[in-house]
C-alpha cells in the first residue's frame, strides 16, 4: 500500500484501488504520483489476488486536472530541458500501460478530466462519467499538443471532432465525452461510492451496467456535419480561415478558440491526430507526440505559454510565430521530425 498526501493505493477486496488524493489542487498529478501509478500496474499485473483496477480522486470538482507543471516550467526556465523530457518519457510509458494492461481498468471520471489526467483515465477499459465531468485537451494553449496518447482518442472521434478539440481545446460533458469515444457509461454521482463498493467487494463488472443510466450528447452530435466541413480542411490555417467566414456562434467561438492558442500547437496537433488516425499502436503515437513535447521548451512556446496562463497569468502570451498565417510548413515539419531519444 502506497498512501501520501498526494494519492492512496491499495487492495480492496479482489481489486486494486487508486485514488488521487489532492483535491485542493484539482488532483493534478505530480511526478512522483504518475511514478506511484506506475508501479502499481507492474504489481498488479501479475497478481492473481486482483482482478480489476479501479482509479478515482477526491472530491467530486475534479478527477485530474492535468500534470503539475510548476516543476517543469521551473527547470525549464533555468535552462535545464532534461528533467521535463524525462517527465514525460516516463509519463507517456505508464499512458500505454493503462491502455495495453491485461486486466480490467475502470476509470472513475468524476469532475475535471484534462491532460495528464486523460491519460491515466480515457485509455483505460472501462470509463464512466458523471453530470460533474468536463473533459478537455487544452494543451495548444500553453505551447504544448494534446499528449499522453490523447491524439490517439482524438484521431478515433467520430468524423472530425478529435481536431475540433484538440486545436480549440473545447470543453464536454458527460454525453458528448460518450458520443466522442472517450467514456462509455454515465453514473450519476449519487451513486459512484455504492458502485465502487460494489466492485471493490466482487470485481463484477456487470455492476457497471446496473448503475448506467442513459444520456444524451449535448452538442456534438448536433454540430458534427458542420465540425467535418471545416476540420476536414488540410491545414490548421485552412481550417481557421473557413471558420472566419460563418456566423454561427459555435463557429466563430471555435475560431477565437484556435486564435487564442499557441499557432505552432495548433498547426501541429492537426498534423498529430491525422497521423495518429493511421497509426498502429499508441507507442507509435506516444512517440509522435513526444516529438513536440521534446522540442517544446528549447524550440516551442511551452515556458512562454505556461508563463502567460498560468504564472503570471496576463494571458498575452508572446508567441514565437504569432499568427498561424505567419508559420511556414517547414517550421512545423521541424517540431516533428524523428528524435534520436525514444519513449519506447
Not at 484534462?114 to 500553453?142: D, K, Q, W, Y
Not at 465525452?177 to 455504492?194: Q, R, S, W, Y
Not at 451496467?209 to 490548421?236: C, G, K, W, Y
Not at 499557432?263 to 503515437?285: F, Q, T, W
Request: proline share 4%.
Amino acid at each position: 500500500m502506497i498512501k501520501t498526501e498526494d494519492i492512496h493505493i491499495r487492495k480492496a477486496g479482489p481489486t486494486g484501488r487508486i485514488t488521487l488524493t489532492r483535491p485542493d489542487a484539482l488532483n493534478a498529478m505530480t511526478y512522483e504520483m504518475c511514478m506511484a501509478i506506475g508501479e502499481a500496474l507492474d504489481a498488479w499485473r501479475d497478481d492473481p489476488s486482483v482482478r480489476i483496477l479501479v482509479i478515482d480522486a477526491e472530491g467530486s470538482r475534479s478527477f485530474c486536472s492535468g500534470g503539475d507543471i510548476a516543476e517543469l516550467y521551473a527547470t525549464g526556465t533555468a535552462g535545464d530541458y532534461a528533467y521535463g523530457r524525462k517527465f514525460w518519457a516516463d509519463e507517456y510509458r505508464i499512458n500505454a500501460k493503462v491502455r495495453e494492461y491485461p486486466k480490467p481498468y475502470v476509470a472513475i471520471m468524476d469532475g475535471i478530466v484534462m491532460g495528464g489526467g486523460v491519460g491515466i483515465s480515457a485509455h483505460g477499459s472501462h470509463r464512466v462519467v458523471t453530470e460533474n465531468t468536463l473533459f478537455a485537451m487544452p494543451e495548444c494553449a500553453i505551447g504544448l499538443v494534446p499528449d499522453v496518447g490523447g491524439s490517439l482518442l482524438l484521431a478515433h472521434a467520430p468524423g472530425h471532432i478529435g481536431e475540433y478539440l484538440g486545436t480549440t481545446g473545447a470543453r464536454i460533458k458527460a454525453g458528448d465525452c460518450i458520443f466522442a469515444g472517450v467514456a462509455d457509461i454515465f453514473v450519476p454521482e449519487a451513486n459512484l461510492a455504492e458502485l465502487i463498493d460494489a466492485l471493490e467487494d466482487t470485481a463484477d463488472l456487470s455492476f457497471l451496467d446496473t448503475f448506467a443510466q442513459d444520456i444524451e450528447p449535448e452538442m456534438l452530435a448536433e454540430q458534427q456535419s458542420d465540425i467535418n466541413r471545416h476540420f476536414v480542411l488540410p491545414t490548421a490555417l485552412n481550417v481557421i480561415q473557413s471558420l472566419e467566414k460563418e456566423t454561427q456562434d459555435w463557429a466563430v467561438k471555435a475560431a477565437k478558440l484556435m486564435r487564442r492558442n499557441c499557432p505552432l500547437s495548433v498547426a501541429c496537433a492537426i498534423e498529430i491526430i491525422r497521423l495518429a488516425r493511421a497509426a498502429g499502436s499508441i507507442e507509435e503515437v506516444l512517440e509522435l507526440e513526444y516529438r513536440f513535447t521534446y522540442r517544446s521548451m528549447s524550440h516551442g512556446d511551452f515556458l512562454e505559454g505556461t508563463r502567460a496562463q498560468i504564472v503570471d497569468k496576463d494571458r498575452n502570451p508572446r508567441w514565437r510565430y504569432p499568427t498561424l498565417e505567419s508559420l511556414s510548413s517547414s517550421q512545423i515539419d521541424q517540431m516533428l521530425v524523428p528524435l534520436e531519444d525514444t519513449v519506447f
